[in-house]
């Protein structure tokens, strides 16, 4: 597994999604690169949760939102890192619901937040047996795990 | 020739390449040429029955090829077709 490093503002950008978004989940992709077993995560792109129904345990991205971060990425010549979402009053732990519909390679972070205060981000993804495996995560602003 | 576009998650199959060109008349023909061309693809787009998996949409352009003809829409060497791995999750 990589490092995932959270560069800039970038963890911030996600923690006020998760926030703004409470008590319904928020999701969004993140770009940049994989050097020297980091993947450095320079860009985010919030996206609307389109799950039907019951937003404050599910979300959804629409294909067309997926189709343009793929589209944006080539064109910035970044890399499509992968998905961040959160689990409001839950912990940042993949669900069997997040296993089910996890892809290979995309680092899956997760924000655990409760009302005005996201507690936790933590980052998984899927090993070879199609286990979610926690990745290391590292930002420039202390994380609280 | 037909360009397919191949996400990310899937480029581990396709030596990182991310577009994939084809002659193919059909979005069928297409997906079959990439599969043939990369066949560890083949378990990620395609069920036991050889249908594409639900998890899985393809687009021609902006549409989902649900609402045009299936897997039999035709394309033609300006098409760009869309792979899309469904993305979504919850807490519980």
Known sequence: MERVQLVESTGEVMRAHAIGTFPNECCGFFFGEIQDGNRNVIEVRPVSNTKDGDQRRRFSISPMDYLQAEKYALEKGLVLLGVYHSHPLHPAIPSVHDLKQAVPFFSYIILSVYDDEVTTIRSWQLDEQSQFQEEEIHEHQPIKH | ?92
């Open chain 2, 1 to 92: 020739m037909a360009t397919l576009l191949i996400p990310t998650p899937l480029r581990k199959f396709t030596n990182n390449e991310a577009r994939f060109q084809s002659a193919g008349g059909s979005v069928k023909s297409v997906i079959n040429d990439l599969i043939t061309t990369f066949d560890g693809l083949k378990p990620h787009l395609l069920d036991g029955d050889g249908n594409i998996r639900s998890f899985v949409k393809v687009y021609l352009e902006d549409e989902d090829i649900q609402s045009l003809d299936n897997e039999q829409t035709e394309v033609n060497q300006d098409s760009i077709i869309s792979i899309i791995p469904a993305i979504a999750g919850g807490a519980i």
